[in-house]
């Protein structure tokens, strides 16, 4: 057997987001209702379904080369691992998930000082526990293995620290946030050992690259467009693009083609108005991967 990476995909709310990702990237990955070992049309990948709260701790102890998961887990886990990239996966979206304190809308609860002596249910002990450590609190921080919203309005713990991205469904249980514990993206991280051997980083570097142009592509579209020389100008006034658009002449005579990429937001609006300054042929095409 020739060279071979170890990858660890994430099961669960990532699964589908991630082979999705992937096939933009240009690999076709699937999987069996039932199985843990995904195809990839890569013979020198490996992959493996495993869920997101484990990947950081089989990266880091070899039986993995690289992995996707949540810094988060990485931080539960206090993962000694190679941050290779962050992978954004919902592009539209700026806002980052974090990890927030959350109490029933009444309880007397409002600062961290005040869960002194209380419980806490939360899957990410570890960080939640070294968080009130670090602040001179002593509660009780218990794990929880799901419904983490219906305790506190159960009275079963006086708090829980749950994911959020708008904080809106902690609203809609009647939950009020009293503090954020921590931030997270999607990281695709790498073993250190792995990352030390000249082939294994190479072809991780590789992988990265295409997993972040696809994600870079995300929410844009490619344009094109013939004008005249006279409309040029008119063109490039309203024109965007990521650096400058590219132009070309054709070969009629004082006519040039233009492209560019640019947000699909903005489509709509923009081609009404090229047509409106000159433009003839335009096109629009969809793109699989954008390499900044």
Known sequence: MGNLLRLGLPKGSLQESTFKLFQKAGFNVSVGSRSYFPYIDDPEIEPLLLRAQEMARYVQDGALDCGITGHDWILENQ??????????????????????????????????????GKRIATELVGVVSRFLEERGIKAEVEFSWGATEVKVKTGLVDAIVDLT????????????????????????IANKSAWKDPWKRDKIERLALLLKGALESEGKVGLKLNVSSDNLDKILEVLPALNEPTISHLSREGWFAVETVLEETEVKRLIPELKKRG???IIEYSLNKVIP
């Not at 927030?100 to 409002?110: E, F, G, H, T, Y």
């Not at 991205?165 to 999607?186: F, Q």
């Open 279 to 281: 433009a003839e042929g």
């Open 79 to 116: 993962a000694d691992v190679v941050e290779v990239c962050e992978l954004q996966y919902a592009k539209q979206s700026k806002t980052r998930v974090r990890w927030v304190i959350a109490v029933d809308n009444d309880s007397p609860i409002q600062r961290v000082e005040d869960l002194q």
């Open 165 to 188: 991205e708008t904080g809106r469904s902690l609203k809609a249980n009647n939950l009020r946030i009293v503090d954020t514990v921590c931030y997270s993206t999607t990281k695709f």
